[in-house]
């Protein structure tokens, strides 16, 4: 599976972003997706995963209620809605996939190349 995030950019506190990543060459459907960020200096960190139907999904502690995991497998494509955007939420953010939901990033296979987020105060 080959994954293509994007989506980030430059937003100022309170606002919203949503990530995209694509999926292709494999059924992307056959796989559960996550979404990874990490800041500058410290660990890749666990932010959100769903199941390879979207029928399940889990949060970091941190963002639960503030963003939202979705999939469209019509579209190949994992979404991360994000909203209330605070400056700790500024991070590379990665989507990563695999058989099977995990919340552990060495668990994950696939790996898509990383969109930042900048959060302004």
């Known amino acids: 599976v080959q994954l293509q995030a994007s989506g980030g950019g430059l937003v100022q506190a309170a606002g919203s972003l949503r990530l995209s990543c694509v999926a292709s060459g494999r059924t992307f459907s056959n796989y559960a997706a996550a979404w990874f960020r990490q800041a500058p200096g410290k660990e890749r960190e666990f932010v959100a995963n769903?199941?390879?139907?979207?029928?399940?999904?889990y949060y970091a502690g941190s963002v639960k209620g503030q963003f939202t995991i979705s999939r469209d497998n019509a579209k190949n494509t994992v979404y991360l809605q994000m909203n209330s955007l605070k400056p700790e939420d500024t991070a590379v953010y990665y989507c990563?996939?695999?058989?099977?939901?995990?919340?552990?990033?060495?668990?994950?296979?696939?790996w898509g190349q990383g969109t930042l987020v900048t959060v302004s105060s």
């Open positions: 990563a996939s695999r058989v099977g939901v995990r919340v552990n990033y060495a668990q994950y296979d696939y």
């Open positions: 769903i199941n390879w139907g979207g029928s399940s999904t």
